[in-house]
């Protein structure tokens, strides 16, 4: 399903191109193509700028799933006390990361260690999803981190890689959930994300059930190429792109 918010944060902006959907690629004519689909399955009208989200920044993506979070975590599971942050939170306030401020305080003092293990071990999610620790002096758990990237590019994924890379390398205790929320049309796009070898859980699309539509009915209507379809079709089938609404009880329930 399509999130509850997708209506508040797509639309249409003014470019040097005209009116264009805010989250498509103006370089590339299937993105052109599917966001405009997108937009109009959610009917959202033509005709004036209506989004609300500057590509360059994603926080309101990131506040947009926090604020979801909040709401529908404990509709799920109420005997839990869920504590969801939007960034700058660092991992390293939970448990599983706390000991990364001694590795950092070394860090800074011993330049040899400083090129050995840089300094990007210190993760500050988009949405940090916490659970309570073991005793009220304890810290909390990290139960999920989630990464909210409005658009796709090859920069980004490869920063959510990098970044979940870290959290797996550097943790102690439970791995939490790493996942990601993204309004990117592509399908080729998503998929360079969605592949891979355990760093991203699933990625889940706020839009989903009308990119669905669109990218089906343009393939079928040789608007886009058969391999963006294609690409859609490897997504869903492994289970690596899923609709936004999955996302709360996921997290609840497992």
Request: proline residues 6%; neutral net charge; charged residues 25%.
């Amino acid at each position: 399903m399509n999130a509850p918010f997708a209506n508040d944060l797509l639309g249409w902006k003014t470019s040097k191109k005209g009116l264009v959907p805010n989250t498509a690629d103006t370089d590339n004519a299937a993105s052109m193509e599917i966001a405009a689909g997108v937009l109009d399955v959610l009917r959202v009208l033509r005709g004036a700028p209506t989004g609300v989200v500057d590509p360059k920044s994603g926080r309101p993506l990131e506040r947009a799933v926090a604020d979801h979070l909040r709401l529908e975590l404990p509709n799920h599971d109420h005997s839990r006390k869920w504590d969801v942050r939007v960034a700058p939170a660092s991992i390293s306030s939970f448990v599983q990361y706390s000991h990364l401020n001694e590795v950092d305080r070394l860090v800074k003092t011993n330049p040899e260690l400083r090129i050995t293990l840089g300094r990007d071990y210190l993760i500050k999610p988009d949405v940090a999803v916490g659970l309570p620790g073991r005793t009220d002096l304890d810290l909390p758990f990290l139960h999920a981190a989630v990464s909210c990237k409005w658009t796709i590019r090859s920069d980004r994924v490869q920063n959510i890689r990098h970044e979940n890379n870290q959290m797996i390398r550097h943790r102690r205790e439970r791995l939490p959930h790493l996942v990601t929320v993204t309004a990117e049309p592509l399908p080729s796009r998503l998929a360079a994300i969605a592949r891979g070898t355990g760093e991203v859980d699933a990625v889940y699309h706020i839009a989903y059930d009308a990119l669905d539509q669109v990218v089906r009915e343009l393939a079928s209507d040789g608007r886009i190429q058969a391999d963006q379809l294609d690409a859609w079709k490897e997504c869903i089938g492994l289970g690596r792109v899923r609709p936004f609404s999955d996302l709360a009880p996921t997290l609840a329930r497992w």
